[in-house]
């Protein structure tokens, strides 16, 4: 039998933490995700499973950051929802017996990658990359915007002193040398 190691979206056994002198740059490897899209006719019941599952229905340019499940809204009658792949590695399979015939999962855990981004920098660092307005989100607004000419998923954790952002993970290493960049210019 082989013996397989998982790594993580850049490459390592363990996840990348990079320290510069306002910012603190972390891959977040501990995460299982995936996407909700109601079918049709099914909307009302989909809703109301999320809301279960949520404490509430992310509306647009929103998540919801207070349960174990995290969620936010990514188009009209859907959601990704995101919980720590340690607690919930079969999280889309959980969903499907949950939501039955009101919506369509699909699994995303290895489509995305997620970088942490904490510190007094992040909202220097961020509009060096982004078009989204980092200064003016506040603790669960979402946004989906591009850096380094790839979509993402920005979320607001902590006012102006974390961000969360989620891109694709085939890109990960693009992603990475983008935020390496910015930190460094704002050294």
């Not at 995936?34 to 999320?50: H, T």
């Not at 999280?91 to 904490?118: M, P, R």
């Not at 220097?124 to 591009?146: H, N, S």
């Amino acid at each position: 039998m082989h013996d397989l190691q998982p790594i993580t979206a850049l490459g390592g056994l363990e996840t990348r933490i990079d320290k510069f002198e306002r910012i603190i740059i972390t891959e977040n490897d501990d995460l299982a995700l995936a996407s909700v899209a109601a079918r049709k006719g099914y909307e009302n019941d989909c809703r109301d499973k999320i809301k279960k599952i949520l404490g509430d229905i992310p509306k647009p340019g929103q998540a919801t950051l207070d349960n174990t499940e995290v969620g936010f809204w990514i188009s009209p009658d859907q959601w990704m929802i995101k919980a720590p792949k340690s607690t919930h590695e079969l999280l889309a399979n959980n969903l499907k017996s949950f939501f039955l015939n009101t919506a369509s999962i699909t699994e995303q855990s290895g489509a995305w990658v997620c970088f942490d981004l904490t510190g007094s920098g992040v909202s220097e660092v961020m509009e060096r990359l982004c078009a989204a307005p980092i200064r003016k989100m506040e603790v669960g607004e979402a946004r989906r915007t591009t850096i380094h000419q790839l979509s993402c998923f920005v979320l607001c954790l902590k006012y102006q002193t974390h961000i969360r952002i989620f891109g694709p993970r085939a890109s990960a290493a693009t992603l990475h040398h983008a935020f390496m960049i910015a930190a460094k210019s704002c050294a």
